[in-house]
Every structure is written in structure tokens, then in C-alpha cells.
């Protein structure tokens, strides 16, 4: 049985930290699921439109093995601000799934009460407002279910992570003979 993946979407979502996890992902044989906040298409931070697969609110945590927040400004704000998301990622995290989130989106864990005592990392320009007890500058940081990821420059070691956590590291070398990333 494949592994199921959600992607919240809100307006303002950082376009390359969204697309490369959806398409790496995808590549490797996950359904992703693209939950918009709002119907329609959602406009990302550099005015990229995007038609999520269904909405957030017709999701349940007990369909998916794995959530993936994308940054961008505003949004990581508007996805941190959506009591439905936060409930859905703390029965997540009861239940021991894989929680993901790259750049700002850090942010959204923290919303969550999930980041306290788990090692993290984030985009240096929100690294202040974070109440992690242990923070990392490596690329991609990976603690128990918990794993982040720093900017749209490290979005392709991010999705290959999630990738190696779903599928196993021969699937990540199945995925990238197609792409040749350096790994």
C-alpha cells in the first residue's frame, strides 16, 4: 500500500519548498494530497498559483502517514493560525506519524507545542522566535517523527529525507537516477 502524504496549502506558501516535496515524493510512489486552506487556487509568496487536490477541512490525520508544511510568509502565519491544522498535527504526533516542515513552517510545530525538546532546525530569520531547547544549522534535521528543513535551497535534500523515511534509501536512489541530485 502506497504512503499517504498531506501538503497543507495556504496562501502565501513558499512555492519551491511546496512543488519539489510534491513532485519528489510523488516520484517515489507516495499520494500526496495538497489540502487547501481556502477553496480555489492559492496564490504562493511569488504569486505562483496552485489548485490544492480537495480542502483541509475534508482531511482526517488517520489517512496519512506523513504531513509536510511548506514556509513562506504569510504562509506559515496562515497555517500556524488554523486551530483544524494544529489539532490535526498533534493527533498526528499521538499517533507517532512522520511531521515535517521546512523554513518558517517550524513555526506552525511550535504552535503545536512539538518542538520543546526536540532538536530542530529552521530558516535563520525565525530561529529567535523558536523555544527549541536544541537547535541545529545542519540542512535537514531528523529527531524521532519530527523532521525540519532550513530554506527553498535545501527543499530537494528535504523531500529525498522524507523519501528515505517512507521508502528506504534504495528508493532514494530509485527516485534520483532520474533527477541526479548530488547526494
Known amino acids: 500500500m502506497a504512503q499517504r502524504v498531506l501538503v497543507p496549502l495556504a496562501p502565501g506558501f513558499e512555492e519551491i ?10 516520484r517515489a510512489g ?11 487556487p ?20 488517520v489517512d496519512y502517514d506523513m504531513i509536510v508544511l511548506p514556509g513562506g510568509q504569510p504562509g506559515t502565519t496562515n497555517l500556524k493560525n488554523n ?13 507517532d506519524k512522520i511531521i515535517s516542515a521546512i523554513c518558517a513552517a517550524p513555526l506552525v510545530l511550535q504552535e503545536a507545542d512539538l518542538i520543546k525538546d526536540k532538536m530542530i532546525t529552521s530558516h535563520p530569520s ?21 523532521i525540519t528543513s532550513r530554506s527553498p535551497g535545501t527543499a530537494l535534500e528535504f523531500a529525498l529525507k522524507l523519501v528515505e523515511i517512507l521508502f528506504g534509501c534504495e528508493m532514494v536512489q ?10
Open 42 to 61: 492559492l496564490r504562493g509568496s511569488r504569486g505562483i498559483l496552485v489548485m490544492p487536490d480537495s480542502a483541509l477541512s475534508e482531511q482526517s490525520p
Open 17 to 26: 519548498e511546496t512543488i519539489t516535496v510534491v513532485d519528489v515524493l510523488r
Open 126 to 146: 525565525i530561529k529567535a522566535e523558536l523555544n527549541a531547547k536544541n537547535y541545529s544549522e545542519s540542512r535537514v534535521v531528523v529527531d524521532g517523527n519530527l
Open 174 to 183: 530509485k527516485v534520483n537516477a532520474g533527477m541526479l541530485a548530488r547526494l
Open 30 to 40: 507516495a499520494r500526496v494530497t495538497l489540502g487547501g486552506t481556502e477553496e480555489g
Open 83 to 95: 486551530p483544524e491544522l494544529i489539532e490535526f498535527i498533534k493527533t498526528m504526533n499521538r499517533e
